[in-house]
């Protein structure tokens, strides 16, 4: 069994897109980052996005409405931002205040700053195989994950197991798509699915992004898959300060014997979700400066 | 063996759209059919689009514009129907000449009047499951005899045998949908997967949209199965006077014993492409009346 590395493999990205960003003359690439309010994981991936941008030499511009802004302010915002020709991506930090609507703001963001990948055409463009269009950071860190690790889809049997809208259908999308690294059979499985297990043993490669904790177990699965976990819960746990510890999808104990290669969590797809944020910002000022 | 009689089901929701549309004071639907030069099959395409529209009350505009239209007259062509407030749905007849761009053309069409639904924006939605989107009209058509035929997907297990943009991807999405009727387990096969066989016989409901006459065998059909053939093929055939016979993706005369149902063709998902065209013209009626 091989541990996929996504802390190795995100730092490997992040040192070529800061050699990359060298070679820029004048204006760098700038990354808006918009969190509302003061929710403690929005401040603390919104730090982490910042300290990543500024080492690969990205200018990030921070702003901080407050939880108070109405959705019409927001939209505001956003086409101010959309228009500022220095500005290259555009991520508005989920989650927002219930009184705003989520789908809609992320549609807000001009389709060529949509470096998160939200905005309805940028998906539209991961199913017509569009290389102009940005694809969401998870399902993008997934490929990239699994393309640094040497696993070619090609010919292979995708299972996903979960449907969302920005881990299973991008993800599934891109496994289909006929360029090399891809071209996988895909299979969609989600709460629904009648006799899963029977499913999930027929992965070569296993993506579980179904949200919840430990559950593929080893009878899911085939010796020698490939299973990448993209779970992030919370589980209680008395042993730890914090009173919990954290779980991927997957029940790891049991599982990794099995596998020919798989991601541990912390440290496997996590990981690349900023790295593959700035890859978009990068692509997103390339784009812009060759209109 | 029941057949799914795609004829009848057309017709049937072509009354409901005549009966729907006598209910709109003042103005009609209007369909703008664009069919550029003399293909034949374009021709016979655009003329029985403009018959099923005459027949249930909707107008059409036909605009024909020579072959010899360049790329910047037919965006600017396009460009007046979406500025035209009389026009709800525009269709651009496919094929296009070899010096048009299709993909580029098609996305022309302003998303609320791509009734054909081969803008990104609408695949977009089809994916975010937004129903203001318009559904490519075979795809659409397809879950339409589902429904119509008592198949409900929820638990069920589709095989989807093809990726096209126009077919395999948007069913795929569509039977992957949240909503009643929908709610499948979706695999996505192609002409690079292994071992097909083992994973057709595996469907409940098998898509066939590979585009090969007659690829589909006994073999690779469970008994009971729901099979929808997508395939229009053209092979030799001395006995006609054209000298061919239409036949689907499926090989009818050894699989249709094994189904629960299946759609012949011609006569299955063929005449409900037309109808589903309507339909969406009279949905972007509605919607752009409710702006």
Redesign the interface.
């Known amino acids: 069994m091989e541990l996929i590395d996504g802390n190795h493999i995100a730092a490997a990205l992040v040192a070529e897109l800061k050699a990359e960003v060298a070679t820029f003359p004048g204006r760098k690439p700038c990354l808006a980052l918009v969190r509302v309010g003061e929710d403690p994981a929005s401040v603390s991936y919104v730090r982490k996005k910042e300290k990543t941008a500024a080492e690969i030499g990205v200018t990030s511009r921070i702003i901080l409405p407050p939880i108070t802004i109405t959705q019409a302010e927001l939209f505001a915002l956003i086409d101010s931002l959309n228009a500022d020709d220095d500005v290259d991506g555009i991520l508005v930090q989920s989650p927002l205040p219930k009184h705003i609507e989520e789908?809609a703001t992320f549609r807000r963001v001009a389709p060529e700053k949509d470096v998160d990948g939200f905005?309805?055409?940028?998906?539209?463009?991961v199913?017509?195989e569009?290389p102009t269009g940005f694809v969401a950071c998870t399902p993008a860190g997934i490929m990239e994950l699994l393309a640094r690790s040497g696993v070619d889809l090609?010919?292979?049997?995708v299972v996903v197991l979960g449907?969302s809208?920005i881990v299973g259908?991008?993800i599934?999308?891109l496994a289909?798509q006929k360029k090399a690294g891809a071209?996988a059979?895909?299979?969609?499985?989600?709460s629904?699915?009648?006799n899963l297990p029977a499913?999930t043993r027929q992965a070569d490669v296993l993506i579980a992004a179904i949200g919840r904790a430990e559950f593929v177990t080893a009878d899911m699965v085939k010796p020698g898959a490939v299973v990448i976990d993209v779970g992030i819960n919370r589980v209680p746990d008395d042993t730890k300060k914090t009173g919990y510890r954290l779980t991927g999808d997957v029940h790891f104990p049991t599982v990794s014997p099995l596998c020919a290669k798989i991601t541990p969590v912390p440290g496997g797809v996590g990981p690349m979700t900023v790295a593959m944020l700035m890859k978009n910002t990068v692509k997103a000022f390339r784009q812009r400066a060759t209109r």
């Open positions: 789908v905005n309805t055409l940028n998906l539209g463009k199913a017509q569009d090609k010919g292979q049997h449907r809208l259908k991008p599934a999308l289909l071209n059979t895909v299979t969609v499985c989600h629904g699915t009648v499913l």
